[in-house]
């Protein structure tokens, strides 16, 4: 195989190559650092860079595998991982000044889980600064979308976005707070799913918003990213919010049968006079609807009014509880801050508390609502960001309220679920028209903690469209 | 709901021992008159009598 071809294959396809000994995992790194090295500049992805530890790692997997120590899928896979979890030895950025020197002197849970799997950490991934949802805020530069320079990438994990799509890594990790790893998954054409709170341990993550927080990955296609869930997802007693509930075999999950399986499409996220959908996110949403009942699912449409607040009362939420990582910084070296985090720590800071407390209420009711759903249908379906990606305002600040209530509305799509706890899977279901076409995405939820459904539908979905394999990889 | 003017905001940071000055100081009003007007427009039926949710425990799952 020509080196330069490795780095385009998919986990489930590399891995075979790497059981059967046909590559090494030195190959495998050798042609990632290399893609790195070409296509990097241009995108912005990674903060740091692990070359020799990369390739030492690698010259030990593939003496392990040799000596018929393979440990399974992700054995020699090179991952990225988003700049917030901490690995040893290793600056953890959060892409803010104030933690450039940062160096953690232990891996975070999923990150030991990783190793243990046998991936290789191949790079800190960039985002934006303490995972806000800006995209112009690390302070190690903008991430570009590898689907079109200037576009935004999907926020915050915008270097798991960017670099898994533009094929920097096999696999990465992102957080997801009010919908970072999916906002990334659907603006670069890949699947990512935020997993249920407590699914994955959060030890040795910098939070954004604890009650929100969740690692998940972010990858090329459904089946890599049920490999890469399955390695991180369990029980840790150093988080005491993961539950002890059962880690099924996600890959085995995906048998791709969705006969009978209720699906309901979210009324008031398909409504563009409710919240603001444009027509080619709404057709692409209904047409993968439309693939789903023809591979036998029972689609019919469910209404959730309380839908509609979900952005302000989780923006509430993430707002307060953000300022709390550390509330010094923003009065001690105020100016280290991008001008934009600055000024949501300084708002999140004035929250009353009654309307925090208001806010906890509303989330009991839409999360009881949400729910109440679950007892009718298996899995929920909607968009999982209102239009296309856009293009990147460089200008600082905020510039009106009313700018300001729409992004609340925004959040309407993906704060749905950070606010309810269910799992939930953004898939590549289309591309917009016109010379360099933009990837549309479909949300999937399911159940709390049953995230191998939301993995089956979106692999069923994604075997019968074919939609990555008919537009390819980014113009890269 | 009476919009927060820049000096109320100023002083809510003078509250938390934060000096906001422009240019964060109009901005911080747009952001925070934003959220507080959409969360008094909240008026959800019995909203009063819920418990608030302060984390998500494990109900409703799959496996129960």
């Known amino acids: 195989m020509n080196q330069a071809d490795i780095p385009f294959l998919a986990v489930t396809e590399l891995a075979g190559l790497i059981e059967r000994e046909e590559i090494t995992p030195v190959d495998v790194v050798e042609a990632y650092l290399k893609r790195i090295d070409d296509v990097n500049p241009r995108l912005n992805a990674f903060i740091t860079v692990l070359k020799e530890q990369a390739l030492e790692e690698a010259a030990s997997a593939t003496s392990e595998i040799s000596n018929g120590g393979y440990l399974g899928p992700l054995h020699g896979i090179p991952i990225g991982i988003k700049d917030q979890i901490h690995t040893r030895g290793i600056r953890t950025t959060d892409a803010s000044k104030l933690r450039e020197h940062f160096v953690p002197d232990a891996d975070a849970t999923v990150v030991a889980n990783l190793k243990k799997a046998g991936a290789i950490v191949l790079g800190k991934l960039n985002m934006t600064e303490f995972a806000m949802g800006d995209p112009i805020t690390s302070a190690f530069g903008i991430t570009h979308n590898p689907w079109e320079i200037g576009r935004n990438p999907g926020t915050s994990s915008t270097g798991s976005g960017a670099a898994t799509a533009a094929c920097l890594c096999a696999t990465s990790l992102g957080e997801d707070t009010g919908g970072s790893v999916r906002g990334p998954a659907a603006n670069c054409g890949l699947a990512g799913i935020r997993p249920s709170w407590g699914r994955v341990s959060r030890f040795g993550v910098d939070g954004a918003s604890w009650s929100f927080d969740t690692i998940g990955p972010i990858s090329r296609t459904v ?175 905020v510039k009106s309220k009313e700018q300001a209530a729409n992004a609340l509305k925004e959040s309407n799509f993906r704060g749905l679920y950070s606010l309810t706890g269910n799992p939930a899977l953004s898939v590549c279901c289309g591309f917009t028209d016109g010379e360099q076409p933009l990837p549309l995405a479909l949300q999937i939820a399911g159940r709390p903690f049953d995230e191998a459904t939301v993995l089956n539908v979106a692999y069923a979905y994604e075997q019968a469209a074919n939609i990555t394999g008919t537009h390819g990889h980014p113009p890269f | 709901m009476a919009e927060l003017s820049n000096e109320d905001i100023k002083a809510l940071g003078r509250a938390v021992n934060l000096d906001i000055q422009e240019p964060e100081l109009t901005q911080v009003a747009y952001s925070l008159n934003a959220i507080l007007e959409g969360m008094d427009q909240i008026d959800i039926p019995g909203l009063n009598s819920v418990e608030p949710l302060p984390i998500i425990l494990p109900e409703g799952s799959a496996s129960q």
């Not at chain 1, 990213?225 to 539950?243: E, K, M, Q, R, V």
């Not at chain 1, 008031?268 to 693939?291: F, H, I, Q, W, Y």
């Not at chain 1, 209404?303 to 550390?326: D, F, K, Q, Y």
């Not at chain 1, 934009?340 to 989330?363: C, D, E, H, W």
Request: with cysteine; aromatic share 6%.
């Open chain 1, 223 to 397: 089946e890599d990213c049920a490999i890469t869930l399955h390695a991180i997802a369990g029980y840790d007693s150093s988080d005491p919010y993961t539950w002890n509930v059962p880690v099924p075999d996600y890959r085995r999950a995906l048998t791709g049968d969705v006969r009978g399986m209720r699906v309901g499409i979210v009324k008031e996220l398909m409504d563009p006079e409710v919240c603001g959908v444009t027509n080619d996110v709404r057709d692409s949403v209904l047409a993968a609807a439309k693939t789903l009942e023809g591979l036998g699912a029972m689609v019919s449409e469910v209404s959730l009014p309380l839908t509609t607040i979900a952005g302000v009362v989780m923006r509430t939420l993430t707002s307060t509880e953000r300022v709390s990582l550390n509330p010094d910084w923003l009065r001690d070296r105020p100016a280290d801050f991008h001008h934009n985090t600055r000024v949501a720590f300084m708002t999140g800071s004035l929250i009353p508390s009654q309307t925090y407390y208001k806010a906890q209420k509303a989330r009991a009711l839409v999360r009881r609502q949400v729910l109440e759903a679950f007892k009718e249908f298996d899995v929920l379906l909607q968009p999982t960001n209102p239009s296309p990606p856009g293009i990147m305002d460089l200008t600082q600040g």
